[in-house]
C-alpha cells in the first residue's frame, strides 16, 4: 500500500463538519414531506391502574385537529409487544405512559389539544422502590444480551474467612437518564402501504425490522432513514414508542405525522439506566493478592418487559482469584422499562469493583495502582482464554507517569486554603467485538467509489472513519470515496452500540474493497459468517483513569481541575475523532460520579427531576482539562483494522477514580453516587 | 385557539412579514414556518441552549422568546452566520473537533459570537476576579460564559479551545 494515500491513523476532520456546523445537517425532526402534520403524546397521570375513560369532545372540536388516537380507537397492531404494544390496552404501567396522542395541523394546536383530551383512571397501588430486602425479586434467565446470570468457582465465603485482610461493602448508583441532546423524533410518512420513517435511531436497519414486526408488515416495506443523530448513549439503540405512535397517527390520519418527544417526556419514554445495588466482597492475602471476589448485584425492571442490566459481568474478566462468584436479582417495579446507556453493565459495575479495589489498596497499605498490577492476570479468569491483548499494565504504568502520580498526597493531607487535593486511579475495561454486516460498493468507473452500508453516526465519527478504511483500502484520496449511512434501504447491519459499530461496519468495508480491487464493479457483501467465526481469545479494551479533585472544606463542592485517562484499544484509527470520544466518556463519567441522579417519588410513583434544570449533567464550568492518550496497540483478531471500539470505555472507571480522589483528598469514603455536597458536608 | 398577529422580522438580513399564531416561540418559527432548521430545540425551556439566535446581536434562547414579542428584531441564526462563507468560530469549531453528534453545535456557536460581544462590550463574568477590570478572556471565563449551552456529548475543552483559536 502506498503510504501517501494512507489515511487511517491520521486525524481527519469529519466529513460531515461543516453541515454541522453551518446548520445544514438535517436531524429526524426537521424533515418536512408534503402536508405533514404533528402529533403530541398524552401521558398517563398515574402510576398503576387503567384508563377509565377518554374524552376528546373539547380537543375535538378546536380548529384544526385531525383526530385524537388512544386505547379506545387505536388500530390494532398484531405485532406489538412490550414497550412498542402501544395503545393495545387501557392498562397503565407506569406513569407517564402513552395513553393518548393528538393530532393537528400545527405543532401549536396539537399541543393545545393534547392538553385537553380528558382521560379518568381507575387507580391500583404502586410498587416503584427498589431495595435490597424487596420480597418480589427474581433470578432473571439470562442478563443483558446474552450473559450467564450467576457465575460461581471455588468457595468464596471460606475464601473470605481465610483471608488476611477483606473488604464488605454496599455500592449503589442512581437511576441515570441518557439526555442526548437532540430529543427523540420521527415523522411517519405512509405511500401505498409501505411506511417511510424519517427518525432518530442508532441503528435504522434494526429499527425497521423491529417497525414491521409491530405492523406485521414485509420488511421492504418499511423504511428508516435517520443520516443526523443528535447523540444517543444507548437511548436510541431500539425504537421507542413514539416511533411506532408516529406511525399510527400517520395512517389514522392519512397524512404524514411528526412527532417529537419533549425533554420532560424523554424521562418515561426512551430509557434509562437502572438504578443498582452493589455488593462487592474481596479477600487477599499478605501479598494484597486477590483470594476471593465476590459481587452481588441487585436491579429493577418494569412489568412492561424485562431488562437485566448486566451489572456484575465486568468482575468476571478483570482480575483473577481462585474463588469467585457474581449474581444479579431483580424485581419488576411500576415504572418505566430501564434500558442501555453507554456502557450499561461495565459502567455502574466499574463503580463498585474499582472502588473496593480502592478500599482493598487502603487495607492492605499499598499503593492502588501497584494492587492492581499484583492482580494482573495472564488469562481470562472466565473462559481460561488468553486476551487478545490486554494492555492494562501499560495503562496504569505509562498515565502513572503522565499524570504525576508520584506526587499523590497521603489520605487528607493536602490543603490549598479552603481546598482538599486527593487524587485517585480506576482501571476501565470494555469488550471488543464485531458483529454482521452487509455493504454494497460501487466503482463508478471515473475513478470515485459509492458505498452503502446502514450504519449510523451519532457523534462517534463513523461516517468519518468509514470513509478512511474504504479509502486505504482502496489505495485512493479520501475525496474519491462517499460511505452513504443511515437508511435501512441498504441491508442488515450491526447498530452503534456495544463498541461494535465501525468495528463491524469497517470489516464489512474491508471486505468490498477487496471485491472492487478485483476489479468487480459492483460489490455486495455480508459478514456474518465472518463475525459468527469463532476466537480463542478473550477479547476487550483496556484503560486506566486518573483524577485529581478539589473539595471546598467548607461547602463540600468537588471540582475536577484535571483527568486523565490511558487506554489501550487496538489502533486508533482518527486520533481526532477517537479523543473527542474518549474525552466524552469521561465527561459523562465524571458527570455520572457528581451529578446525575434521576429523584424517585414514591408517593407519586414516579421520576421526578425530569429535565435538564433539575437532571443535572456538566456545563462547560464543570469540566476541566482532561487529557487522553492511549498506548500502542494493534489486534486483529477483532477486526482486519486491528481496532477495537472506544464510544464505552471512556465512561467505565471515571465515577470510581472520582470516588477513589474524593477518599484520597479528605478521608471520606462515599460509596452512594452521585457524591454531592450534601454527602461531604459535616464530615470533612 | 389559535389568535393570529403580523409581525415583521428581520431574519438574517431579509425583512419578513409574517401572519403569525400568537403562540409561536421564535424557535418553532424558525423550524417549523420558515425551514431554518440550524436552530435546535433540545429542550424547549431555555435550559440547554441548543437554540440560542441572535437578537439584535444579544444570545437569546428561541424557545423562550415568544415570535409576536420581537416586531421588528433582526434576528440571526446559525445559517445567518454562515450566509458570506463558515464564520471564523464555524470554522474553528471543525478544526478543533468541538462537537461530536452536532446538536447543540449551532446553539453553541452562535452563544459564542454574543459571548465575543459581550466581552468586547466589557461585560464581567462571574469568573472575573475584578469586575471592575475588562474583561481577559481565558479558559475559566470562556467555560463561566459558555456554561448555557450544554454538550451532552462532552466536547467542552475543543469548543474552548476553538473560541480560544478564535479570540486570539
Known amino acids: 500500500m502506498s503510504t501517501a494515500t494512507r489515511t487511517l491513523g491520521s486525524p481527519v476532520e469529519r466529513i460531515e463538519g461543516r453541515e454541522k456546523v453551518a446548520g445544514e445537517a438535517v436531524y429526524a425532526a426537521e424533515h418536512d414531506p408534503e402536508r405533514v402534520v404533528h402529533a403530541v403524546i398524552v401521558q398517563a397521570a398515574i402510576a398503576k391502574g387503567s384508563v377509565a375513560s377518554v374524552d376528546a369532545g373539547e380537543a375535538l372540536r378546536l380548529p384544526g385537529v385531525l383526530g385524537v388516537l388512544c386505547a379506545e380507537n387505536a388500530p390494532e397492531l398484531p405485532g406489538g409487544e412490550g414497550e412498542l404494544a402501544v395503545l393495545q390496552s387501557p392498562g397503565v404501567a407506569y406513569r407517564g405512559q402513552i395513553v393518548a396522542a393528538a393530532i393537528a395541523d400545527t405543532l401549536e394546536t396539537a399541543r393545545h389539544a393534547a392538553q385537553l383530551v380528558r382521560v379518568t383512571y381507575e387507580t391500583a397501588a404502586h410498587d416503584v422502590e427498589l431495595h435490597a430486602g424487596h420480597p418480589r425479586l427474581y433470578k432473571p434467565d439470562k442478563v443483558n444480551p446474552n450473559f450467564s446470570t450467576d457465575t460461581e468457582e471455588g468457595d468464596v465465603d471460606a475464601a473470605l474467612g481465610a483471608a488476611e485482610v477483606t473488604v464488605d461493602e454496599i455500592y449503589t448508583t442512581p437511576a441515570q437518564h441518557n439526555n442526548p441532546m437532540e430529543p427523540h423524533a420521527t415523522v411517519a410518512v405512509w405511500e401505498d402501504g409501505d411506511l417511510r420513517l424519517y427518525d432518530s435511531t442508532q441503528g435504522a436497519w434494526n429499527a425497521a425490522q423491529a417497525i414491521a414486526k409491530v405492523f406485521a408488515l414485509d420488511p421492504g416495506r418499511v423504511r428508516v432513514i435517520s443520516q443526523h443523530v443528535g447523540g444517543g448513549f444507548g437511548s436510541k439503540g431500539t425504537p421507542r414508542p413514539h416511533a411506532v405512535l408516529a406511525a399510527m397517527c400517520a395512517r389514522y390520519v392519512g397524512r404524514p405525522v411528526k412527532l417529537a418527544v419533549t425533554r420532560r417526556q424523554m424521562f418515561t419514554l426512551t430509557g434509562y439506566r437502572t438504578p443498582t445495588i452493589q455488593r462487592i466482597r474481596l479477600g487477599a492475602d499478605a501479598g494484597a493478592r486477590l483470594q476471593a471476589i465476590a459481587h452481588d448485584v441487585i436491579e429493577q425492571t418494569s412489568t412492561v418487559q424485562e431488562f437485566a442490566e448486566q451489572t456484575a459481568v465486568v468482575t468476571r474478566m478483570l482480575y483473577a482469584a481462585p474463588n469467585r462468584r457474581t449474581t444479579h436479582r431483580l424485581v419488576a417495579l411500576d415504572l418505566p422499562t430501564p434500558s442501555w446507556m453507554r456502557a450499561p453493565g461495565e459502567c455502574p459495575g466499574m463503580f463498585a469493583l474499582e472502588s473496593a479495589l480502592d478500599e482493598l489498596a487502603i487495607a492492605c497499605g499499598i499503593d492502588p495502582v501497584e494492587l492492581r498490577l499484583r492482580n494482573e492476570p495472564e488469562i481470562d479468569p472466565e473462559s481460561g482464554n488468553p486476551f487478545s491483548t490486554r494492555n492494562l499494565v501499560a495503562c496504569l504504568r505509562d498515565g502513572a507517569a503522565r499524570f504525576g502520580w508520584t506526587d499523590r498526597p497521603g489520605v487528607r493531607s493536602r490543603r490549598d486554603g479552603r481546598w482538599m487535593v486527593g487524587m485517585g486511579v480506576a482501571s476501565s475495561t470494555y469488550p471488543a467485538r464485531r458483529a454482521a454486516a452487509t455493504a454494497h460498493a460501487t466503482a463508478a468507473g471515473d475513478g470515485t467509489y459509492v458505498f452503502r452500508i446502514s450504519a449510523a453516526d451519532i457523534g462517534t465519527g463513523a461516517r468519518t472513519v468509514l470513509t478512511q478504511i474504504a479509502a486505504d483500502a482502496l489505495e485512493v484520496p479520501l475525496d474519491r470515496v462517499r460511505v452513504e449511512i443511515g437508511d435501512s434501504d441498504a441491508g442488515q447491519a450491526m447498530l452503534a452500540g456495544g463498541s461494535m459499530g465501525t468495528s463491524s461496519w469497517g470489516a464489512a468495508i474491508i471486505e468490498a474493497c477487496a471485491g472492487l480491487r478485483a476489479g468487480e464493479p459492483e460489490v455486495h457483501v455480508d459478514t456474518a459468517e465472518s463475525a459468527r467465526e469463532a476466537v480463542p481469545f478473550a477479547r476487550h479494551a483496556f484503560g486506566a483513569q486518573f483524577v485529581e479533585v478539589r473539595v471546598d472544606a467548607d461547602t463540600g463542592e468537588v471540582r475536577i481541575p484535571r483527568a486523565l485517562g490511558m487506554f489501550a484499544c487496538g489502533r486508533i484509527l482518527n486520533p481526532l475523532t477517537a479523543r473527542s470520544q474518549f474525552l466524552g466518556g469521561m465527561t459523562m463519567g465524571i458527570s455520572m460520579a457528581l451529578f446525575e441522579e434521576t429523584i424517585l417519588d414514591p408517593v407519586a410513583g414516579a421520576y421526578m427531576n425530569s429535565d435538564l434544570a433539575m437532571y443535572h449533567v456538566p456545563t462547560n464550568a464543570d469540566i476541566g482539562e482532561i487529557d487522553v492518550g492511549w498506548v500502542a496497540e494493534e489486534d486483529t483478531t477483532v477486526n482486519p483494522m486491528g481496532a477495537k471500539g472506544i464510544g464505552e470505555i471512556g465512561i467505565v472507571g471515571t465515577a470510581a477514580a472520582v470516588a477513589n480522589a474524593v477518599y484520597n483528598a479528605t478521608g471520606v469514603r462515599v460509596r452512594d453516587l452521585p457524591i454531592t455536597p450534601a454527602k461531604l458536608v459535616g464530615r470533612l | ?168
Not at chain 2, 80 to 102: E, Y
Request: hydrophobic share 40%; with cysteine.
Open chain 2, 1 to 168: 385557539m389559535a389568535e393570529l398577529a403580523t409581525v415583521t422580522l428581520c431574519i438574517n438580513g431579509e425583512q419578513r412579514t409574517l401572519e403569525l399564531d400568537t403562540r409561536t416561540s421564535l424557535l418553532d418559527l424558525l423550524r417549523e414556518r420558515l425551514r431554518l432548521t440550524g436552530s435546535k430545540k433540545g429542550c424547549d425551556h431555555g435550559q440547554c441552549g441548543a437554540c440560542t439566535v441572535l437578537i439584535d446581536g444579544r444570545r437569546a434562547n428561541a424557545c423562550l422568546a415568544l415570535a409576536v414579542a420581537h416586531d421588528g428584531a433582526e434576528i440571526t441564526t446559525i445559517e445567518g452566520l454562515a450566509a458570506g462563507g463558515l464564520h471564523p468560530l464555524q470554522t474553528a469549531f471543525v478544526a478543533t473537533d468541538a462537537f461530536q453528534c452536532g446538536y447543540c453545535t449551532p446553539g453553541q456557536i452562535c452563544s459564542a459570537v454574543g459571548m465575543l460581544a459581550e466581552v468586547e462590550a466589557g461585560w464581567p463574568s462571574h469568573a472575573a476576579a475584578d469586575v471592575a477590570r475588562a474583561p481577559e478572556l481565558d479558559a475559566d471565563e470562556i467555560r463561566e460564559r459558555m456554561s448555557g449551552n450544554i454538550c451532552r456529548c462532552g466536547a467542552y475543552p475543543n469548543i474552548v479551545r476553538a473560541i480560544q483559536a478564535v479570540a486570539g
